[in-house]
């Protein structure tokens, strides 16, 4: 199998931000019920992390479960094993009206590291990026200028990000260019 | 510039997350149905100068559709909730009664 | 003259003298100065000339509302033109150019606009759009360009850059005058997240100026601690040279931050644009002084009472040796005060009242100042400067008095409050009889998402003109906003004042001489007389009048002006001022910059560009790029010195003959999945989907409810449970949304997921007679016509890869479409180059996939279709299920205008000389129309050289046209010849398929 290249091939910048690339990950796109206790189980097999609630990210060492929508989670996991998770998903939801796939190749995951990432994202952000407004273990779905993207925290200083794989230099790009202005100074720094 | 919550995700949304999708609760009316009929699906639509009730799209969010009870004149926003419904919820459409006695929606007051 | 003080100037360092030019002559003032405070110190009171007369002007105002002294700032990159002296502040090298004037300042050849200013009247432009026309093109728009227009626009692009930030608080307070620290204080100490955004570079506002006493101590001192006690919060964040720009629904504002306007380095962002989401919004945005109307009141040196006692106080500035005063109130007394204190000479105080009375007054008469009273200046004497003035009584018609040799005027006609920000959004006005002012109404305030009023206005701009009330109103203006409840508000010690007389006009009766020269619009170049023509004329809305007469419509959007131009409105018109109403305030306050508009959206990042997983390989190998939607998708790969037509020809010739690969990775590609997917599919489609078998392809047509096309493609059923939709490459996400919206919103009942994988996959599409030998090379799946028929698809793996395939064809030739996850894609792809060398492989572009299947008759959403073409029209009719009982769009369908036979239908078109017909070209029918135009009967839809033909094919609708083979019809080119082209079937070539099908 040849070697799987991610959208923006390992790109990085350094600054008081860093952003930076994380690589091929693998994803999987759930739609079924999420009150059921064999999705929440598997989910949590595959992702190696909890399972969230409304608007949760769930983050563990070698995984996450990131809440979509009240019908859907992105279960994220190594990029090699994204395929085998999606069989274990398939089959512990065999006979439930259920969506599983692998959807690896469909985003980039973006990582920002510096304790002003918040000010960062909110040149580009509509949501409230204030601490109180946006912890560790929310995730959120918004807007980065003009594209999609999704946000959580990993820690008060670090951060991921998905958009979509067509998009994912517009957004680098949007990243760097705000991490390289100085800070703004409105929001308590952690 | 509005904010809406979504009803799902429980966020307070910027407008700018949203698009819009014109009056809820819409009947459809397919074949079989006579032109008056078609015609008032696809054309006529509630133009209140007060509260009207309105599709909503958390389209960068969680991609769902919900409703919201809005003023056109002042704004105000009564309420969102999912649009997977027929007509708004009970609780309301008594809410908009206490704060807009008179007030007419379509059949609704 | 104009000249600095030897001592003074509380915002002036004495010890740092700053060097700048204006029109390239090298002037000094000192750190602290605005640009305006500066050239005034340096003795230059002539700043620029004025719009239609290009009269001589000096500065008028001391901040954001001044009309005159608008600059070029800046140089190549940084230049910006109409920038307020007043507002920008001074920093070493600065430069600065006046406006409006040629060939000098000082000598303009359009002053003699001036001597043509009875030709120049209110509605000028209006009135001159109608009579001679031919005067219209060689006369009167030279002359109009000639003397339209503000500064020159920049030559180069902008050198900076810009940024937005979203900030959510509690409490957005806008201006950082006393008021503004005082709702800050109140709305910090209970808790709530506070902005304070204050437009100028310091802060406390006037009232330093105006020697307020507040806690028992000099005002100065009470911003000092305030400012100490906000800083130490750390839920206030405090903001110089920001201004609250405007104000929107559900407490959204606009703030304008200045970055680096103020320094001579200008790295990093020059502004941003602060989105900002508040709870609430406190306006402390203070007043604004009216100048009165007086004949030659734009003289140079003629300036408003508070700005001259700003410039005094402030920078050590002196705008004259003998200030006179002229006023109908008290306040500008304190400017007599300010003068005497500072040793200058002050002739007389001119008030237009009776028996101006109170300790204002005593003060200034116990100065040694005379007090002219029930007296109004009838002219200001001089030309490029104030040389004296004429006094009149108030009551009569301006028979002179007497006259009084001075070098400066400082006038005041009261206050208004800046009631913009409240405006914005919909808060409503109430006029102030007792002080001659609009001022916000409390009970019709914009209202939020709760219900409630979100905009509180607070002090001066609420209408509380005292110090002693500004802090209580403000203080209690940010408790409130702050949810809390007041507490003690600021004390300030109070002096007492007379009552405003409500003059407009000095005279009273001026006689039209002197109206003509009474100014109320300094920028536009609007008089009294104006303004009185238009009511003369009939234009009696304010809003007309405005528009007629230009008043209020430059750049500071009337500040100085509105008021007076309504008061002189409603006298012409002899109603009363709230009759007549205002004009409305939009935003934003003053202008702000298009780059912090657009923010960082430029350059690179001016919009999303989508890029394919191949996009690299593209850009690396010569492609020419063509946008659809926000992708960049290859129109051809062109080699060495081709032109696109020859690299495209060369494109098909070799597709067609050997081997071709397309990147379809822009296609959009969604799953329908669930018990009820294929029940959905059937709904979603014309034709009949649910009995596609698994393994299988279908072509597709989906229609609005309407009953237009709106997207096609083939869709490929994965298993019993599972589709695979193709779309079109602009269409994926319309298209999810809108099987997310019916089943969201119709029939959320329906066991039904979707999802959108676009993005997922690459797509590569093989295609030419080799394209099967190539895939065999690559190895890995039988890919025969056996195992592999035409419209089946396969999963399996190539050159390694995962991979499903799909055998279908928008070229008529052999050809398949190869998925593989977009990661893998360039891999794929680069195998393909590789193995393909010994078949000639070439990989082509849309250009040639849009000929290719135009030669084959197959339809393009988008070219075919526009929004208001049905199935039905296409020739497409095989493709919608006479057995369902509905589909999204069949209702539609039904109406009789769609149903109609007379409905234009999809046709063939060769032109008899092999010309290519002109793209949306119309063919002519007998007679004309109405219009006396020529009817019509068909028109291009698609049009190409086929170069598998050599000739023109194109594809069009023409009325019966299926029933019309062989018929020539007549297409017009814009040139007015004609071309003629014979209505044939729409497939060019290989009609029976036997290219594809091997």
Redesign the interface.
């Known amino acids: ?7 923006l091939h390992g790109r990085r910048t350094e600054g008081s931000v860093a952003v930076r690339d994380t690589g ?1 990950r693998g994803m999987i ?1 759930v ?2 019920d999420l009150g059921a206790e064999a999705l929440q189980s598997v989910c949590r097999e595959v992702a190696g992390s909890g399972f969230p609630g ?2 949760g990210a769930e983050v563990s060492d070698q995984g996450a479960v990131l809440w ?5 989670v992105l279960v994220l996991t190594a990029r090699d094993r994204a395929a085998e998770g999606v069989t274990r998903i398939g089959a512990a939801l065999a006979g439930t ?3 599983a ?7 980039a995951v973006i990582a920002l590291e510096g304790a002003g990432l918040r ?1 960062v994202l ?9 601490p109180e ?1 946006f912890r560790p273990g929310q995730m ?4 980065l ?4 993207a999704g946000i959580w925290l990993t820690s008060e200083t670090s951060a991921e990000l998905i958009c ?7 957004v680098f ?2 990243l760097a ?2 991490a390289a ?2 800070a ?3 929001l ?1 720094v952690a | 510039m509005l904010t809406l919550q979504c009803p799902y995700c429980g966020v307070q949304c910027d407008e700018t997350e949203l698009s819009p999708g014109g009056e809820a609760h819409l009947t459809r009316f397919g074949p079989g149905s006579d032109d008056t009929e078609f015609e008032q699906y696809l054309f006529l639509r509630e133009n209140p100068r007060g509260v009207h009730f309105e599709r909503w799209r958390h389209a960068y969010g969680c991609g769902k559709w919900f409703h919201a009870a809005r003023c056109t004149m002042t704004l105000e926003v009564f309420g969102t909730y999912p649009a997977q419904v027929t007509e708004p919820p009970a609780d309301l459409i008594e809410k908009i009664r206490e704060k807009r006695p008179g007030w007419r929606w379509r059949d609704l007051a | 003259m104009s000249t600095r003080l030897a001592t003074g100037g509380r915002l002036i360092d004495r010890g740092a003298r700053v060097e700048f030019t204006f029109n390239g002559k090298r002037l000094s003032g000192y750190a602290g100065d605005t640009l305006a405070s500066a050239m005034l110190g340096a003795g230059q009171t002539l700043m620029g000339r004025s719009f239609k007369y290009h009269r001589p002007r000096g500065v008028v105002a001391s901040g954001a509302e001044e009309p005159n002294a608008l600059m070029g700032i800046g140089t190549d990159g940084h230049f910006e033109p109409n920038q307020r002296a007043t507002t920008q502040e001074l920093f070493p090298g600065l430069t600065a150019r006046s406006q409006n004037h040629w060939p000098s300042l000082e000598f303009d050849v359009g002053g003699i606009n001036k001597h043509l200013s009875r030709f120049l009247p209110a509605g000028f432009y209006y009135k001159m759009f109608i009579h001679p026309r031919p005067f219209w093109k060689h006369v009167y728009e030279p002359f109009i360009r000639q003397s339209a227009g503000l500064g020159a626009a920049p030559r180069d692009r902008d050198a900076d850059t810009y940024e937005h930030y979203y900030a959510h608080v509690d409490v957005l307070i806008a201006g950082g005058g006393i008021a503004g620290l005082a709702a800050a204080l109140a709305a910090g100490r209970a808790g709530a997240k506070v902005l304070l955004v204050e437009q100028a570079g310091h802060w406390g506002g006037r009232a330093p100026v105006d020697g307020a006493v507040i806690d028992g101590k000099p005002a100065e001192a009470w911003i000092k601690d305030a400012v100490q006690t906000l800083e130490d919060m750390d839920n206030v964040d405090l903001r110089l040279r920001c201004m609250a720009a405007g104000v929107y629904d559900h407490g959204y504002a606009l703030c304008y931050e200045r970055l680096t306007d103020h320094l001579a380095d200008k790295a990093g962002p020059r502004h941003r644009l602060w989105r900002v989401r508040a709870g609430r919004i406190v306006t402390a945005t203070g007043a604004i002084e009216r100048p009165l109307s007086f004949a030659g009141n734009d003289i140079p040196g003629v300036m408003l009472a508070s700005a001259v006692r700003d410039y005094v106080v402030n920078w050590a500035v002196s705008p004259g040796d003998r200030t006179v005063v002229v006023t109908n109130n008290d306040d500008a007394y304190r400017t007599a005060i300010a003068l005497k204190k500072a040793g200058l000479e002050v002739p007389a105080v001119i008030d237009a009242r009776a028996a101006p009375e109170g300790p204002l007054v005593e003060e200034v008469k116990s100065l040694g100042v005379k007090v002219l009273s029930g007296k109004a200046i009838a002219k200001v004497k001089g030309r490029k400067f104030v040389t004296g003035v004429a006094i009149a009584a108030q009551a009569g018609e301006g028979a002179v008095l007497e006259e009084i040799a001075c070098d400066a005027v400082a006038v005041s006609g009261g206050w208004s409050p800046v009631v913009h920000l409240w405006s914005h959004c919909g808060g409503k006005l109430t006029w102030d009889e007792a002080q001659a002012a609009f001022r916000p109404n409390p009970d019709k305030g914009p209202t939020g998402a709760d219900g409630a009023v979100f905009v509180i206005p607070a002090g001066a701009a609420n209408g509380e003109m005292a110090t002693s009330s500004v802090l209580s109103d403000a203080h209690a203006a940010g408790a409130k906003a702050a949810g809390a409840d007041a507490g003690d508000a600021p004390t300030a010690e109070v002096t007492a004042e007379g009552p405003i007389a409500p003059v407009w006009m000095m005279p009273q009766g001026a006689k039209p001489e002197l109206r003509a020269k009474a100014w109320l619009d300094y920028q536009n170049d609007v008089k009294v007389s104006d303004v009185q023509l238009a009511a003369r004329e009939g234009f009696e809305s304010v809003e007309h009048a405005k528009r007629y007469t230009t008043l209020g419509m430059a750049t500071d959007q009337g500040k100085l002006s509105n008021i007076n131009g309504l008061a002189t409105l409603a006298h012409a018109l002899g109603e009363d001022i709230p009759q007549v109403g205002t004009t409305t305030f939009r935003p934003p306050y003053t202008p702000i910059s298009m780059g912090s508009i657009a923010g960082e959206a430029r350059g690179a990042l001016f919009q999303p560009l989508r890029r394919s997983p191949l996009h690299g390989w593209h850009e690396a190998n010569g492609a020419d790029f063509e946008p659809v939607g926000h992708w960049r998708r290859p129109y051809t790969f062109k080699r060495g010195d081709e032109s696109r037509e020859q690299s495209v020809a060369r494109e098909i010739n070799n597709t067609r003959q050997g081997l071709g690969l397309l990147d379809a990775s822009t296609l959009g590609k969604i799953i329908v999945k669930g018990p009820d997917a294929g029940r959905f599919m059937d709904m979603l489609y014309t034709n009949m989907m649910s009995t596609l078998a698994p393994g299988k392809c279908r072509y597709g047509l989906m229609c609005s409810e309407n009953g237009f096309l709106m997207d096609d493609g083939v869709v490929a059923r994965l298993d019993e449970d599972t589709f695979l939709c193709h779309t079109t490459s602009g269409g994926a996400d319309r298209v999810h949304a809108h099987m997310e919206e019916w089943l969201q919103t119709e029939w959320w009942d329906w066991k039904v997921y979707t999802a959108n994988l676009t993005e997922q996959y690459a797509q590569i599409a093989v295609v030419g007679p080799k394209a099967r030998k190539v895939l065999e090379k690559l190895g890995g799946m039988d890919l025969s016509a056996e195992t592999l028929p035409f419209m089946g698809w396969a999963t399996g793996t190539l050159a390694g890869i995962p991979a499903r395939v799909f055998r279908i064809s928008f070229s008529g030739e052999l050809s398949f479409e190869v998925a593989v996850a977009a990661g893998q894609g360039l891999a794929l792809w680069e195998a393909l180059m590789e193995a393909g060398q010994e078949f000639g492989v070439m990989p082509y572009g849309t250009e040639a996939l849009h000929v290719m299947r135009a030669e084959k008759g197959f339809i393009m959403i988008g070219d075919e279709t526009e929004g208001t073409v049905i199935p039905q029209d296409l020739g497409l009719s095989w493709a919608i299920s006479k057995k369902k009982d509905d589909y999204i769009g069949k209702r539609g369908q039904e109406r009789e205008f769609l149903a109609s036979p007379d409905r234009w239908k999809l046709v063939g078109l060769q032109t008899l000389d092999g010309s290519v017909l002109p793209e949306g070209a119309y063919a002519v029918a007998e007679g004309t129309n109405a219009n006396g135009q020529r009817n019509t009967q068909g028109r291009v839809t698609s049009t190409y050289h086929s170069p598998t033909l050599d000739r023109g094919i194109a594809m069009g609708l023409v009325k019966d046209g299926p029933d019309r083979m062989g018929e020539v019809l007549t297409f017009p080119r814009v040139d007015g010849t004609g071309v003629e082209a014979r209505i044939v079937s729409p497939v060019f070539f290989d009609p029976e398929g036997e290219k594809q099908n091997v």
Request: charged share 25%; aromatic share 4%; hydrophobic share 35%.
């Open positions: 199998m040849s070697e799987v290249v991610s959208a091929p796109q739609r079924g409304q608007g979509m929508s009240p019908d859907e009206h259920h969506l796939v692998d959807v690896s190749d469909a985003r000010e909110a040149r580009l952000t509509p949501a409230n990026m204030h407004a959120r779905r918004t807007r200028a003009q594209v999609a979509f794989r067509s998009v994912a230099d517009y790009d949007l260019n705000a202005s100085p703004v100074g409105h308590p």
